[in-house]
Every structure is written in structure tokens, then in C-alpha cells.
């Protein structure tokens, strides 16, 4: 309630929030995936994130109550808040909204103030998709209120969802470099984007490397971008980070969205990275991963955090170094004015829209996970119900808002969890086999225990189809008991179900957008109610 | 979820046994040492009908030590061959550049012989996924 | 062969340099694994040899199986120790050769 919440604030200030002892020659500033978001959100971090190979128990899988003990946070404090899911609908109502490109303004003008040319200040990608105004704009609106941070840097991924010549477009008006070392062009196999940038920082020649997400043409629409071709491409890093060091870079930081885990497998194999910015899996970690000598830093999702990490580099080397993953607390920290500003006019052509209440909800909702997240659950069930179909699928993206139990949702809402540039909600017939296949093929991208041999996100939800996964098999034997929940009964590998879903990376996909069908469903309902869920049973942990 | 269907065609596949076979005969009877050899190839196919390949062979490449031959295999495919490159010492390097068709997911093997009578392999698997479900 | 083949190859270069060449050949390489409408096999048509050869001597080549894919793509790189004309050949499983020359200039 209210008093809780005056309590929080009350204990918690801004410069409580950003304090920091300066520390050496560099500082660098890190943010990421803030997929759309200039303004505060909700955003529960996952239950469920497990890790396989070598990554198993290790950080970033960590979560909940293991989370705060391997860390040392108190319960229910604010910390526990920001970065796992333990209590978060009343710490969130306590706590309130965490993020907003102006909040962040504020912090990154702070630290320029105190640490003047000694800030380099990154972008790692997927921040100019995610919300109804991006898409509505293609970019325009995070492109335009991001280049008043004047970052130093960015890399992408749902970027390059707006297809070749609108990035290309975008990029020619940045400001600052967009690097990509991965990224070739298919007829020539030619470089398409600048490698690394050099700056001098304090002194410091700081070598910034861009690493794009590998797998964007296979975990996206590879029609959308023909001509671009990527991958994770560790010997050209390899090569870009020995050609970096002969042109006198005494700091090499990688700005990846290659994911946590890939790039835990690169900083083991690729010499003389001295810190790697990692993206793409959305893990905030209060603290870096060392790996070898080079340092993995977490930076979260949804304009939550900013990273700042202090590094005191000499004669080539990073003789120490001092972090804080800083949340974003939009009550505690003062909004930059000029970035208010900014963000009320891209925000303006919308307005009306995202404000707009379509239902209520009584269940919390969200997204991540590595399974079903209720918010899913919502749209499998409005797949199911709108395209009259059996079974539906729905995409496991890691991106998409929460909003809390007894609130409102908004259009601002479901586009927050729907907002991409190819919705068609498809509908078609597939055989049981067909349906094992894809359920086999997507847990083999997030559970194969070669990191460099997973892609895309969290496993694929599934609505009117429940199923047991063991995540410790190989491909082919992970899935069993696939039951269709509507005759509970096995599935028949023979038999065709029709089957509803989104987000196919198939050009010429038909149906209407995800978000129109989800608004009518939600519409219908008044009132929705997601009961949490028991259809996957998940073993081999 | 997301899926895309591409590749060679259904039918007959080669197998790791076929490949060994065709490397056998390849090799004239010697028993390729691992190593030597680096092999650059997406470990998840964005195409399965044009995977960049590209390997290299480490040798001098001198007048009397050098590379003459590479046989690339893929052991899933409907037949294993996919090319044999030459060289000779007007090659400079022992590299080489092209683009491949991929049916399934599979081990691409590369193996090379040197004017001196050595023999090299070296293998990397490729996933040909059907899925795409970006974070 | 309606397409003429594409080829980088630099204008010039030191003496004894090694230089990277790159070369396209427009072909729909018919695996011969495919069927048609009527289900009867589309029969194979490739390019199966490349040759590469400067001012007459052997450079590179390579023998094609039906896993290379459309459009032949070949990157390889070549010593050069005097000026003169790379000769490039591609050879259809009709018996249609393709051949292509470009010169360079060593100082
Ligand atoms: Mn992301
Ligand atoms: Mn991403």
C-alpha cells in the first residue's frame, strides 16, 4: 500500500542509489535491451533460468531465493526487488516502477560530471523494439530520445527486424558508431559494419569491439535482411581483437549481444578481451563474472539498470577495478528534464492509444522465464479462442513488460509484450510429429550444452498442449507426454491439429496481428484470471 | 515459434561410414593425424541451402612443403562429397572460400595432404534448425 | 551462360605478395537430388571444376560436388612474383567451359 511504498522512498535516495568511490582511468557505462522502453516499467525477473554444460549453477541461472543468498541481499529490500521475482507484486507496489530514459539522463550526466573524459558510454542493442511506439515509428522514437544520451557506441539484434534499409537509414543519422565485427555481406563476404572504434579516454586508448547477435537471420526473418549474413564468427574476434592491440589499444571491451552463456565460451577461448558488456539474455548480475581475466558484466533488461564499471588501466593492463549495477528507481531518481521533454513528444503521437484500458487483470502478469509465463498464457489462450484452433504457440521472447494483479491492462501493455514487425497470427494444420519436431528444435536452441550452438530465447510456450521436458537429454529425446489438453489424450505423431501462432519467420506469413486478437480476447473477458502453470513438467536440472 | 524448411531434398543420406570410407581412399591408406587444419563454419546455419565455408591448412607452402590437396565431406547430406580443393605453391596460402548446401544437421570433415606425405582432418558440426525464436 | 562470371582480384600488388581473390559464377547448380512437380528427378546440372592458372601456371582449383551451393562462390589467394594474367575456367557438366582472364600490375 501507500504507507509501505512512502517507506521505500523514504530509505531509498538517489544518492544512496549512484554513490560510488571513483576508481581509476576508465569508466565505463553499460545498458542494454531496453527493448522500447522510455518510460518506467514493471519487469519480473525469471523464476526459472537454467543453465546447462558448464553454465549449470552458475550465474546468470541463478534465481529467487538462491539468487539473494548467493549474493548476499536482504529480503524483501529493494535489491531483492530489482533483481529477482521473490515478492515482486508487493515489493512492486512498495517500490513502484523501475527505468525511464530520463532517469537514466540523469545518472549518466552525473557520472560525466564527476569523471569528465574518463566515460565511454555503450548501447548493447535491442533497444529500438519493444514497444508500440517503436514499431509505430520503426526505431524513430528510441533512435531520437537515445541520441540525446550521446552514447559512444551501440550493436544490435531486433534492430535489424526493421529490415536493411531503414537500419541503414537510422544508422547514417546516429552521431556515434554501430559496430558489428560479425556481421558480412552474402555476395562478397565483405565487413558490412565497422568492427571496433578506438577513443581515448583519460589517457587510455580503449579499443570498443561490436559483436551483434549472432543468430538474428535464424532467430528472426532472414528475408527482412537477405543480403546480411551473421554468426558468432570467434576467429574474426580473435583476429579484430590482435588487430586492435597493434593499434595501441590498451583496453579492449567487447560490447556483445551474443547472450551470457556464448559469451562465457569466448572469453575462455579468445585471448586478451579485458571486459566483455554482454546482451541479449537479460541477466542483471550485481556483481562481474571473471573468466580468465576478462570481465563479464550484466547490465539487465528494459532500461531497469545501468552498469557502471570503473577500471584502472595501466601500461596495457587492468590493474583493478570497482562496479555497481545501479537500478533505475523512477520514484527515488530525479527525471532529466530535457529528456522528460524529449520522451512526452515521441510519445505524444500515441498517446490516446497507450493509455487506453482494454481489461483488467486479477493474475500478475509477465513474461520471462525460461517456460510458460502467464502473460503467454494470455495469449495462447487468446489464440486459442480468436483462430478457433487446438493448439497454440507462442514465441519465448525475452522481452515483454509485467503489469501487476488488480491493474488495469493497457494497449500500452499487450504492445509491450507483442510489438514486432511481423505479428500475422497464423493458422495451420500440423501433424503431431511436425509438432514433437519443433518443440525438440527449439529446446535444443536454449539447452544444448555448447553454447555456441544455441540461439534465440526462452522455449516456445505452448497453449492446449501440455508436455514433459528433460533438459538434460540431447535433441530428439528432451520432449515426452505430449498430451492435447482438450480430449486429454496423447498426441497422434500422425494426426493433423490445427494450430495457431505468431511471430513466423516464414515471408508471406497470413492472419491478422497478434496484438488486435489479443485486445479483442482481453476485451471479451473484462476481467482475466491466469492460473499459474503446471502443463510443463521439467526435469533434468 | 517460427519455422522455415529448407535443404537437399528427402531420400538415401550419407553416413559418418561413407565419409570414412571416401577419406580412406582419399588418404592413400595413412591414418590423418588431428589438427593442422581450422575450420570456419557457422555453428548454426542461417540457410541450410548456402553455408559459408572456409578452411585453411597451416603449411609453409614452399616448393617442397606444401599442401596439394583438401577434401571436404559432409556426413548427413544424400552423398558426402562436397569439393576437393588443389593447391600448389603459387597458392601462397592453403585457404580456401565457398558456399555450401547443408540437407540436416551434420559434421562437415576436412582432410588435406601435403607434398611431404602428411595427412591432417579436422571436423565441425553445423545445426540445420527448423525453429526461430529470437530474445 | 546468360551471366558472365564476377571476380576481385586486385590491380596491382607488390612482388612476392600474396593476394586474395574472389570469383562468382551465376549457376543454379541442379543437385539432382530434387523432384518436380510430377515427382520425376530434376537431373543434375553443375559446375564441376574450377581452374585457376597466372600467366600459365597452375595457381588453384577445385573439383564441385552437387553440395556446393547456387552461384559457385570460390576465395582463395595467389603469389605473385611478376605482372601478368590470371586465367579463370569453369567447367558445366554439359562440357561448357567458362573462362574469364583479369591482369595485374606487380612493382
Ligand atoms: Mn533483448
Ligand atoms: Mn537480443
Redo the contacts between chains.
Keep these: 500500500g501507500s504507507l509501505t511504498r512512502a517507506f521505500a522512498q523514504q530509505k531509498l535516495t538517489q544518492e544512496d542509489l549512484l554513490k560510488f568511490d571513483a576508481f581509476g582511468n576508465v569508466t565505463l557505462l553499460h545498458v542494454t535491451d531496453i527493448h522500447g522502453q522510455l518510460v518506467p516499467v514493471y519487469f519480473r525477473e525469471p523464476t526459472v533460468n537454467i543453465g546447462v554444460g558448464e553454465a549449470k549453477g552458475q550465474p546468470p541461472h541463478v534465481t529467487g531465493a538462491d539468487y539473494l543468498t548467493r549474493f548476499g541481499i536482504a529480503p524483501k529490500s529493494a535489491a531483492a526487488y530489482a533483481l529477482t521475482d521473490q515478492d515482486f507484486t508487493a515489493l512492486a507496489q512498495s517500490y513502484g516502477r523501475i527505468g525511464g530514459l530520463d532517469r537514466l539522463a540523469t545518472v549518466i550526466g552525473q557520472v560525466r560530471a564527476e569523471r569528465g573524459d574518463k566515460v565511454l558510454l555503450l548501447d548493447g542493442g535491442d533497444t529500438w523494439q519493444g514497444s508500440l511506439g517503436a514499431n509505430a515509428s520503426k526505431g524513430q522514437d528510441m533512435a531520437d530520445c537515445m541520441a540525446l544520451l550521446k552514447p559512444d557506441a551501440m550493436t544490435g539484434?531486433?534492430e535489424f527486424t526493421y529490415g536493411e534499409d531503414r537500419v541503414k537509414e537510422l544508422i547514417d543519422k546516429l552521431g556515434f558508431s554501430f559496430l558489428a565485427l560479425n556481421v558480412?555481406d552474402?555476395?562478397?563476404?565483405e565487413p558490412v559494419f565497422d568492427a571496433f572504434k578506438m577513443f581515448d579516454k583519460g589517457g587510455v586508448k580503449v579499443a570498443v569491439l561490436g559483436q551483434a547477435?549472432p543468430?538474428?537471420?535464424?532467430?528472426?526473418?532472414?528475408w527482412m535482411i537477405p543480403k546480411w549474413?551473421?554468426?558468432?564468427?570467434e576467429?574474426e574476434v580473435r583476429a579484430q581483437v590482435e588487430k586492435a592491440r597493434k593499434a595501441g589499444a590498451q583496453l579492449i571491451v567487447l560490447l556483445s549481444h551474443n547472450?551470457f552463456d556464448v559469451d562465457r565460451k569466448l572469453a575462455a577461448r579468445v585471448e586478451g578481451i579485458d571486459v566483455i558488456l554482454t546482451g541479449?539474455?537479460?541477466d542483471a548480475l550485481p556483481e562481474p563474472v571473471k573468466i580468465g581475466n576478462t570481465l563479464l558484466i550484466a547490465s539487465g533488461s528494459h532500461g531497469k539498470f545501468v552498469s557502471r564499471l570503473d577500471l584502472d588501466v595501466q601500461g596495457g593492463v587492468v590493474k583493478g577495478f570497482r562496479y555497481k549495477l545501479i537500478p533505475l528507481f523512477a520514484d527515488v531518481i530525479k527525471p532529466d528534464t530535457a529528456m522528460s521533454a524529449a520522451i512526452g513528444k515521441a510519445r505524444a503521437p500515441y498517446a490516446k492509444d497507450l493509455a487506453r484500458v482494454v481489461g483488467q487483470t486479477e493474475s500478475l502478469l509477465y513474461r520471462r522465464g525460461n517456460f510458460n509465463g502467464t502473460f503467454d498464457d494470455l495469449i495462447c489462450d487468446a489464440l486459442l479462442k480468436e483462430r478457433d484452433a487446438e493448439i497454440a504457440?507462442?514465441?519465448?521472447?525475452?522481452?515483454g513488460t509485467s503489469v501487476l494483479p488488480g491493474a488495469p491492462i493497457t494497449v500500452e501493455d499487450i504492445h509491450n509484450a507483442t510489438a514486432i514487425t511481423y505479428p500475422q497470427v497464423y493458422r495451420l494444420p500440423m501433424t503431431g510429429e511436425r509438432l514433437k519436431?519443433?518443440l525438440e528444435?527449439?529446446a535444443?536452441?536454449l539447452f544444448?550444452p555448447?553454447p555456441?550452438?544455441q540461439?534465440?530465447?526462452?522455449m516456445?510456450r505452448c497453449g492446449g498442449l501440455s508436455y514433459a521436458i528433460d533438459v538434460s537429454k540431447p535433441?530428439g529425446s528432451r520432449i515426452s507426454d505430449m498430451t492435447l489438453l482438450k480430449t486429454g489424450k496423447p498426441l497422434d505423431p500422425k494426426r493433423e491439429y490445427t494450430v495457431a501462432?505468431w511471430?513466423?519467420?516464414?515471408e508471406g506469413t497470413q492472419g491478422p496481428p497478434v496484438w488486435e486478437l489479443v485486445e479483442r480476447y482481453i476485451a471479451a473477458q473484462k476481467t482475466v484470471r491466469v492460473a499459474p502453470n503446471t502443463r510443463v513438467k521439467i526435469t533434468g536440472m | 515459434a517460427a519455422f522455415s524448411v529448407f535443404g537437399l531434398g528427402t531420400g538415401a543420406q550419407a553416413t559418418p561410414e561413407t565419409a570414412a570410407a571416401e577419406i580412406a581412399k582419399f588418404a592413400g591408406g595413412k591414418a590423418p593425424v588431428a589438427g593442422k587444419i581450422t575450420i570456419e563454419l557457422p555453428e548454426i546455419a542461417e540457410n541450410g541451402n548456402t553455408v559459408p565455408l572456409a578452411i585453411s591448412v597451416d603449411a609453409p607452402m614452399t616448393e617442397d612443403d606444401y599442401v596439394t590437396d583438401v577434401l571436404v565431406l559432409a556426413d548427413g547430406n544424400p552423398n558426402p562429397g562436397v569439393a576437393t580443393f588443389h593447391f600448389t605453391p603459387l597458392s601462397g596460402k592453403a585457404d580456401a572460400s565457398t558456399r555450401i548446401r547443408l540437407a540436416t544437421t551434420q559434421n562437415i570433415v576436412v582432410t588435406a595432404k601435403t607434398s611431404k606425405g602428411a595427412v591432417y582432418t579436422a571436423s565441425k558440426l553445423v545445426k540445420v534448425t527448423i525453429g526461430g525464436c529470437g530474445g | 551462360m546468360a551471366d558472365a562470371p564476377k571476380i576481385r582480384v586486385p590491380k596491382t600488388a607488390k612482388k612476392g605478395e600474396i593476394v586474395e581473390i574472389k570469383t562468382l559464377m551465376p549457376h543454379i547448380m541442379e543437385s539432382g537430388q530434387r523432384k518436380d512437380k510430377d515427382g520425376k528427378t530434376i537431373p543434375r546440372k553443375i559446375i564441376n571444376k574450377f581452374v585457376a592458372e597466372f600467366n600459365g601456371k597452375p595457381v588453384f582449383s577445385a573439383d564441385m560436388d552437387p553440395a556446393i551451393a547456387a552461384n559457385p562462390y570460390l576465395q582463395f589467394n595467389a603469389k605473385v612474383n611478376e605482372s601478368g594474367t590470371f586465367k579463370f575456367s569453369w567447367t558445366d557438366d554439359d562440357g561448357t567451359v567458362t573462362t574469364s582472364e583479369q591482369k595485374i600490375e606487380v612493382a
Design positions: 539484434h531486433w558480412r552474402t555476395e562478397w563476404n547477435f543468430y538474428t537471420p535464424v532467430a528472426n526473418p532472414r549474413s551473421f554468426g558468432i564468427r576467429e547472450g541479449h539474455t537479460h504457440l507462442s514465441p519465448g521472447f525475452r522481452w519436431e519443433v528444435d527449439v535444443d536452441n544444448n555448447d555456441y550452438y540461439q534465440g530465447g526462452d516456445v535433441i501462432g511471430a513466423s519467420v516464414n
